[in-house]
């Protein structure tokens, strides 16, 4: 959990995006959240996290639906939703967040 600790703590928004392989919708994901980051650049970080490999975790952050998107900046869960949404609107959260 350490290593997540410091992946979260930084002064731009991280997007987590709880997935597997097996979920329809998380794999729809893939090329919304490719766009994301190509727009965002270096003003935030998009992460996938496959939650088979990564179940204490995901546990812990009590994930229930696939997927699930969580934004952290500075250490602190900042946003955070569950199901598909469209790279326009995923920009335009972390842009916000970005300031």
């Known amino acids: 959990m350490s290593k ?3 992946l ?4 731009i928004p991280i997007l987590l995006d709880f ?3 097996w979920n329809e919708n ?5 090329p919304v959240l490719r766009e994301v980051a190509a ?3 270096d003003k935030g970080k998009v992460i996938k996290i496959d939650v088979d490999k990564n179940n204490k975790l995901a546990e812990a952050l009590r994930i229930k639906a696939l997927p699930t998107l969580i934004i952290y900046k500075n250490g ?5 939703q569950s199901g598909a949404l469209d790279a326009n609107t995923i920009i335009g ?5 970005s300031v």
């Open 4 to 6: 997540f600790g410091e």
């Open 8 to 11: 979260i703590d930084v002064n």
């Open 19 to 21: 997935y597997t392989d």
């Open 26 to 30: 998380s794999m729809a994901m893939h």
């Open 39 to 41: 727009a965002i650049g």
């Open 76 to 80: 602190e869960m900042i946003w955070r």
């Open 93 to 97: 959260i972390m842009e916000e967040y």
